[in-house]
């Protein structure tokens, strides 16, 4: 079956990038995921990267895919305090599938 | 022993389908409701049920429907979802209006 690995905890200083990595199996996998979520709170979708695309860039936050090695990492620039949280990498075979496999998730801590 | 639960916890779906989202409570409250949290984190009410009654209707479009088959259960059925619809969906109970309430854990409802 489907399995999505990620590290479960990553601390980064205050203003430097962190890098969140995620593996998968599933080869049909068409789109990938990142979610966040904060303390207390329900998981937010971040962004997705269709799996025809290597690179997805939205302000602070870059995506990588590399299909070939079923590799996904989500790079946030100048990190803040407030990107502490906990970061679900997931993946899907069909558009709008709400079947989704997510990973363990990354927790993100930032030290001042 | 968990007081207020939602399934499911996240819902990643494509517009036009129509979805359900589940509530239950082992509270004993008379009183249930569906809150939306939007992407600015603000929390609003749409549903109060009393009592399996309906007793709060928001401003909500006709296509989200509760269904309150008992007191301890309300759920939430969506039709023709919209992105407009992506955000929170937290369920909550409380022993009356104004009393205290209690919140389940949100569903992550994204539609793409």
């Known amino acids: 079956g489907e399995d999505v690995e990620q590290s479960l905890f990553l601390s980064v200083r205050e203003g430097d990038s962190s890098v969140i990595n995620c593996t998968y199996t599933d080869s049909s996998s068409t789109y990938l995921y990142w979610y966040k979520q904060e303390p207390g709170a329900g998981l937010q979708l971040l962004t997705y990267?269709?799996?025809?695309?290597d690179m997805k860039q939205d302000q602070r936050l870059t995506v990588l895919l590399n299909k070939k090695d079923k590799h996904l990492s989500l790079r946030i620039a100048d990190t803040q305090t407030g990107d502490s949280a906990i970061y679900f990498c997931?993946?899907?075979?069909?558009?709008?599938?709400?079947?989704?496999?997510f990973g363990t998730g990354t927790r993100l801590t930032i030290i001042p | 022993d968990t007081a207020v639960s939602q399934t499911p916890k996240y819902l990643v779906t494509q517009m036009g389908n129509d979805k359900s989202i589940k509530c239950e409570q082992n509270l004993g409250h008379d009183t249930m409701y569906w809150y939306k949290q939007d992407s600015k984190k603000f929390l609003k009410i749409m549903f109060s049920y009393n009592n399996k009654e309906l007793i709060i209707n928001e401003t909500v479009p006709n296509r989200f429907s509760p269904k309150s088959p008992d007191k301890a259960h309300l759920n939430l059925h969506i039709n023709s979802l919209e992105l407009g619809d992506s955000a929170v969906y937290f369920c909550?109970?409380?022993?009356?209006?104004?009393?205290?309430?209690?919140f389940g854990s949100g569903t992550q409802l994204s539609v793409l």
């Open positions: 990267i269709f799996s025809n695309m």
């Open positions: 997931a993946e899907g075979d069909n558009f709008g599938n709400e079947k989704l496999t």
């Open positions: 909550a109970s409380s022993q009356g209006t104004g009393s205290e309430l209690f």
